[in-house]
């Protein structure tokens, strides 16, 4: 089965746009997590929508944004985009049930200059 | 507050066996993952610890101690792909299988 899709896979942006990443799960997986990937902090967790709604939430603030679709596809946005926003942005997918592991995509580079 | 740490980077030779400790603090326990990230690639998933004890799957063992907040994922038989980085990963509570919280990850480097 297909895996985890995210788009696009490379991004750069000036401070202060907006940008907006995707994601698509594996097809049946209804949880979506988002995490933020730098050398100097590891994998982040930013967020994590089951069914449509935001289940869980990490320590970011407001500017990072989320939702899913009800084909279990989900947009992650960041407004007023801030340098120290460079980073790796990496989705995950499950079935959101206990002791099921979480499958990565390859993530979005996002650059910010 | 939350904290999981490991070893920054490890170095062992083509064949050996290595063992790659995680300790953790977190608010609550629901289970620690481990998984593996090549340069520039998704992490893929090793292994699932809920309760104490080993669990073997190939080459790769994990181990967890709850009371002593302690994980150990073994290597056997290195290959130079297992050259990568080793992900901590704690499930700190109930229903949050997917909030999970990562150490900064070990770099292993495997030499002929």
């Known amino acids: 089965k297909a895996g985890v899709t995210q788009t696009p896979r490379y991004l750069i942006k000036t401070r202060g746009q907006q940008v907006t990443l995707s994601c698509s799960p594996i097809s049946g997986h209804r949880s979506v997590s988002w995490y933020q990937q730098t050398p100097g902090q590891g994998l982040q967790f930013l967020f994590e929508?089951?069914?449509?709604?935001?289940?869980n939430k990490g320590n970011f603030p407001g500017r990072f944004s989320g939702r899913q679709f009800s084909n279990s596809r989900s947009e992650m946005n960041v407004s007023t985009l801030e340098l120290g926003d460079s980073a790796l942005y990496l989705c995950?997918?499950?079935?959101?049930?206990?002791?099921?592991?979480?499958?990565f995509g390859q993530g979005t580079r996002l650059t910010v200059v | 507050g939350q904290n999981i740490d490991q070893p920054t980077e490890m170095t062992a030779t083509e064949g050996a066996i290595v063992q790659i400790n995680c300790t953790y603090q977190t608010s609550g326990f629901n289970g620690l993952f481990w998984y593996q990230q090549h340069a520039g690639e998704a992490p893929t998933f090793l292994s699932y610890n809920v309760l104490d004890g080993l669990e073997e799957k190939g080459r790769f063992s994990s181990f967890l101690s709850r009371s002593k907040g302690y994980s150990y994922l073994l290597l056997k038989e290195l290959q130079m792909k297992d050259s990568a980085s080793y992900l901590c990963a704690v499930a700190p509570r109930a229903g949050g299988y997917n909030k999970l919280i990562f150490g900064a990850g070990t770099r292993l480097a495997v030499h002929p």
């Open positions: 929508y089951f069914s449509e709604t935001q289940r």
């Open positions: 995950a997918s499950s079935q959101g049930r206990a002791d099921t592991e979480a499958f």
